[in-house]
């Protein structure tokens, strides 16, 4: 697949946001960020958020924990918990000089304290990418959490940009698959889409609503137009109204892009995705 | 009366051409029979023909004598007439990889179950992919963990649901899970929660200690499920692929069914293929592969299936019968095996792939023919051959496994059993040394095929040696053999046998002559080998090995060393030795003096007291003095001092066959008698004064003769043999030539009367009846002079001694 530079397409990135808590996921995240931001010149900011919740938490004498491995009871200690997020926040600064380093990009990194959901619906407002997990929680070790973390949720209902929740680590080649339905978040989908692909050498795949014959046939058209002047070339297939996530659990790894108004319940989705309002 | 020179006929058998009725041997057909070793065949045939324990054959004989060709043409023979053995793998042993098994199996068919193996990894590669991609078997996997995400969902969002009814928050903390009282998105502080009315308080601590119950119930139940879930995925995991597998090594087994070794095999292979099926999923175990590593060309030398090769370690297809195995560099490893090792990460790993056979596993169920030399010179290998030998089956373990040395990880391969006949060959003297020291040796080598260095010189055998000559120039593509050729060759085996009766059985000898006559016929133009060519090849090899003897021969004739060929000297004598130099031998005349005075009976041999004398010398010295005592010294003691020694003798001498030389000297040195120059005298003398037998006597008549020929032969010059040493002469042609015209002369001497009469030219004298001698004789002056020395002593010894000995 010949792959056009990426200043040349619709939806180029120039400012990239994400979020990072030093868990997997939130590394996973920043590493595909990176790599984003690399290859579009962006300009990129690992966001850290003390939670003030926690905080809050901690501060209570006779507050509890309990342990997701041991199932064991601990008091909870304002200033472990403290240290704890000064840990995290370091391993985030870390992991983020790192990736600099590696993808020669310039980085910017940013700690606020405050409600986690909130702070990140306003850093969104000033960039046009935002980049999460899936979930903050660990992930169990049987396969990954399906319901959507509360921020996350929180996110695809509010984030003024896009947002990217991150599944699984972002890999070369992996397909990319956009819903269109003609609307103009579709159309913004596409040119992300378009993005996308050409950055990870993944093979674009067009899913169009198969409502009826004749309109579907319009918009698969339509699609394939807006994808060839952009010298990309994408294969297509239909899906049902009800189950976007079908043609994505073809594949191991997936991307996919839709407007929010197509996504089915985040938790219904087996693969990375990012979400157009 | 003095004794006659031999004839010329007596110094020289030639071998008569009418017993070889052809013009050349190439109108002799070839000879199929091994030659003049009758006992030795006959041992072979009896040791390849029986096939109880420890009945293996050691070929004992001189180097050259033809037992590697011997052993091989008789066992070639047998095994043509025998089964091929069976064929030995090793597999994997699934349960104990340390310890891999060995399957027998019929000859030829290890290539087919190491193909069959290979084909099946390639398969299963290809199909459990695609089974596992299947729509079923996903949609299969998914529900099972979707139960679980729905199970853990559920536990979380049960009590996170009926937290949020209370306005309470289910939060990650960086240490776990923890609930706390909430006021919309927020967290109460703990100051604005101790504001809150009592009640509320109350309310909102039992609520939370309601919940955290349930969290700690649902966190605990969470990996009894998650077990349950991978039972569940594991069982999904070998259903899919058990039929698969079964589908795919059904013929396998089906071909397979009637052995039991494999059918075991297989079904552990099926097991464990089912087990590891993950492994033909992604065989790289997630790893993407280094761009510039190694690819495998195939599937079934994938490093993750290398527990499903087959080590073919021995196969007998393509043999017509059985194995016939000559081990060239017996080493302990290249004999019973050894097990490889690969470097990995700085340490040494092996596996069943890397056991590696030993010539014992090739030639299972045949032959193995190793030198003894060789494999005694190897650490641990003779060991290790009596180890399998002694208990019948084949075991692989490292040089220094069995003596404790090493202790990195190493193989336990299954003992594969041994039938195999060990043929060893070796010089004599390493049977005769290992049948003292090694009482193992006896109990598995029990028959002992002698080679014999000569044969009788019958008509038969001449016969037979000119077939023999013909074979090999056949063989080797060389001229055809005229039949004066042939009798050369019979003469020149008569002469390496040094026995005009005999001929010698070293065939390296008999095909280095016919190769190099060949040779000297080439540079003539010659179509065909004569008696010229073969003459010209004993010349020339004698020439090429002749540098010190011609030397030796060079410092007798300018005088350094001092050697007499006329004249008449009084307690001096010319003897004669034989010097060896790797396979070419020598004579050469050797001063021996003696020098006589009154003493006290003893014989002093120089050679002994320098330490340049052997044992056997030392006896023959010893030996005439008893001669001289029981002759001379019957009436009163020998009042002798007598000093011995070989001139200019710079090395070690051995032997006794100068004995008969000393005496002559000793002899004349009493009498005062000169003995002549001209004249060289060997043999050994007993007790008695009888001449025996010594060896080398045609090269030492040939020493003398070269030296005296150098300054001119009148005659006069000879050489004093054993008379039983007359049947040993094979003379070089010049000497029996020269004998025949009168200008040297072999004399065979009985006793040493004889000889100190050819000597000396006087009368030895016989003794009458009342012991005395005849006036004039050699003897009667030998007894005067003791009685001298004798008077002289008691002339000088000290009152009380002069009495005793008056007495």
């Known amino acids: ?171 070369s080649h992996d397909p990319v698959l956009v819903a269109y339905d003609g609307s103009a978040a579709a159309r913004r989908a596409l040119d992300l889409a378009a993005a996308l692909a050409a950055q990870s050498d993944g093979d674009l795949e067009i899913l169009i609503p198969a409502a009826d014959p004749a309109s579907a046939d319009e918009l698969e058209h339509q699609a394939r137009a807006i994808l060839a002047a952009l010298g990309l070339p994408a294969t297509s297939q239909r899906f049902t109204a009800t189950d976007l996530a079908a043609p994505c659990r073809r594949y191991d790894h997936s991307l996919l892009v839709a407007p929010l108004d197509l996504l089915p319940p985040a938790e219904d989705l087996p693969c990375s995705v990012v979400a157009v309002r | 009366m003095p004794i006659a020179p031999l004839p010329a006929e007596a110094l020289y058998r030639r071998c008569d051409e009418s017993l070889l009725p052809f013009e050349t041997t190439a109108e002799l057909p070839d000879l199929s029979e091994p030659f003049g070793q009758d006992r030795a065949v006959e041992a072979i045939r009896f040791g390849i023909g029986i096939r109880a324990h420890g009945f293996n054959l050691f070929a004992l004989g001189p180097e050259g004598t033809g037992k590697s060709s011997m052993i091989r043409q008789y066992l ?69 963990e979707a139960q679980f995400k729905e199970y853990s969902d559920n536990a979380f969002a049960t009590v996170q649901a009926q937290a949020a009814e209370h306005s309470i928050a289910l939060l990650r903390t960086p240490v776990g899970f923890a609930l706390a009282p909430m006021r919309g998105e927020e967290v109460l502080s703990p100051e604005d929660f101790q504001k809150l009315p009592e009640d509320e308080q109350k309310t909102f601590r039992e609520h939370i200690a309601r919940l955290q119950e349930q969290l700690e119930q649902a966190l605990k139940a969470l990996p009894q499920h998650e077990r349950e879930s991978r ?219 002698d080679f014999d260095w000569r044969t009788e010189r019958t008509e038969a055998a001449i016969q037979a040696y000119a077939r023999l000559a013909g074979t090999l120039s056949r063989q080797e593509k060389l001229r055809p053999l005229h039949r004066g050729a042939v009798a050369r060759i019979i003469e020149h085996a008569s002469r390496l046998a040094e026995d005009v009766e ?164 000793l002899l004349s040195a009493l009498s005062e008698l000169p003995i002549r120059q001209n004249l060289a005298v060997t043999g050994s003398v007993n007790q008695f004064g009888q001449v025996q037998a010594i060896g080398g006597v045609n090269e030492k008549i040939e020493g003398f003769f070269d030296v005296c020929k150098a300054r001119g032969l009148d005659g006069s010059h000879g050489v004093l043999i054993p008379a039983s040493n007359v049947k040993h002469l094979m003379l070089r042609t010049d000497v029996a030539e020269a004998c025949a015209q009168g200008l040297f002369h072999i004399y065979p001497v009985e006793t040493i009367d004889q000889g100190i009469e050819l000597l000396t030219g006087v009368e030895a004298g016989l003794a009458d009846e009342k012991g005395d001698f005849p006036l004039g004789s050699v003897n009667r002056r030998v007894a005067a002079r003791l009685n001298a020395f004798t008077r002289i002593l008691m002339a000088n010894a000290p009152g009380e001694e002069r009495r005793d000995r008056s007495s």
């Open chain 2, 231 to 449: 039972e569940k995925l594991r069982r999904l995991d070998q259903e899919t692929a058990q039929g698969s597998v079964d589908r795919l090594m059904e013929n396998l087994r089906r071909r397979w069914q009637d052995h039991e070794g494999v059918s075991r095999y297989l079904d552990a292979v099926r097991d464990d293929v089912i087990e590891h099926v993950g492994d033909f999923l992604d065989p790289d175990g997630g790893e993407e592969r280094h761009p510039n590593g190694p690819v495998p060309r195939k599937l079934s030398q994938h490093p993750a299936f290398r527990r499903y090769q087959v080590n073919l370690l021995v196969t007998n297809g393509h043999h017509k019968g059985a194995p016939v195995v000559f081990e060239d560099n017996p080493t302990m490893p290249s004999l019973v095996g050894r097990a490889e090792h690969i470097a990995q990460f700085g340490a040494l790993l092996t596996d069943f792939t890397l056991i590696k056979g030993g010539s014992l596993h090739r030639a299972n169920g045949g032959y193995l023919v190793i030198e003894a030399h060789k494999l005694l010179m190897q650490p641990f290998a003779w060991e290790a051959l009596k180890r399998a030998l002694r208990g019948g089956r084949i075991t692989i373990e490292g040089p220094g496994e069995n003596m404790g040395l090493l202790s990195t990880v190493s193989l336990e391969p299954e003992p594969i059993p041994l039938d195999v006949k060990v043929v060893l060959t070796g010089e004599p003297m390493l049977y005769y040394t290992l049948s003292h020291y090694d009482p193992e040796f006896s109990e598995l080598f029990k028959v002992a095929a």
């Open chain 2, 502 to 665: 005999k001929l010698s059985t070293h065939m390296a000898s008999l095909g280095d002559l016919v190769r190099e006559a060949d040779y000297w016929a080439g540079q003539e133009g010659a179509d065909i080998v004569e008696r010229r060519h073969i003459q010209k090849a004993i010349d020339a090899h004698s020439f090429r090995s002749d540098r010190v003897r011609s030397h030796i021969l060079e410092e007798i004739h300018r005088g350094t060393v001092l050697i007499d060929t006329s004249g008449e000297v009084c307690g001096q004598i010319n003897g004669l030795a034989v010097m060896e130099l790797g396979r070419f031998s020598f004579g050469h005349p050797s001063r021996i003096t003696c020098r006589v005075h009154p003493g006290k009976g003893e014989v002093l041999d120089i050679e002994r007291e320098v330490e340049m004398g052997g044992p056997l010398h030392s006896k023959g010295v010893m030996i005439l003095s008893a001669f001289l005592a029981s002759r001379f010294a019957l009436k009163g003691p020998l009042s002798l001092s007598a000093s011995l020694v070989f001139e200019q003798s710079y090395g070690g001498i051995d032997g006794d066959s100068a004995s008969s030389t000393e005496l002559y000297a």
């Open chain 2, 76 to 144: 070639t023979a047998a095994a043509t007439d025998q089964n091929a053995p069976d064929d030995w793998v090793y597999v994997n042993n699934f349960d104990k990889p340390h310890k891999p098994w060995a399957l027998r199996l019929p000859p030829g068919c290890g290539p087919e179950l190491k193909k069959g193996m290979e084909t099946l990894v390639e398969d299963l590669g290809l199909a459990l992919p695609a089974v596992f991609e299947s729509e079923e078997y996903r949609t299969r996997k998914q529900v099972i």
């Open chain 1, 1 to 171: 697949m010949t792959t056009p530079p990426s200043s040349d397409l619709p939806h180029a990135f120039h400012r990239i946001v994400v979020a990072v808590d030093a868990s997997p996921l939130s590394l996973m995240a920043l590493e595909a960020s990176a790599a984003l931001a690399q290859r579009s010149h962006a300009e990129l900011t690992a966001l850290f958020i003390e939670d003030v919740n926690l905080l809050r938490l901690a501060s209570y004498p006779e507050a509890y924990s309990y342990s997701l491995t041991t199932a064991q009871r601990r008091s909870l200690e304002a200033d472990v918990v403290a240290q704890a997020m000064k840990l995290q926040q370091a391993a985030a600064r870390r992991a983020l000089d790192d990736a600099a380093r590696r993808f020669g990009l310039t980085a910017r990194f940013e700690a606020r304290r405050g409600l986690i959901a909130p702070e990140m619906i306003q850093a969104s407002a000033a960039c046009d990418l935002l980049v999460a997990g899936w979930s903050g929680r660990p992930g169990l070790p049987l396969g990954r959490r399906a319901r959507l973390g509360t921020v996350a949720r929180a996110l695809l209902g509010k984030a003024a940009a896009p947002v990217f929740l991150l599944r699984h680590s972002l890999r």
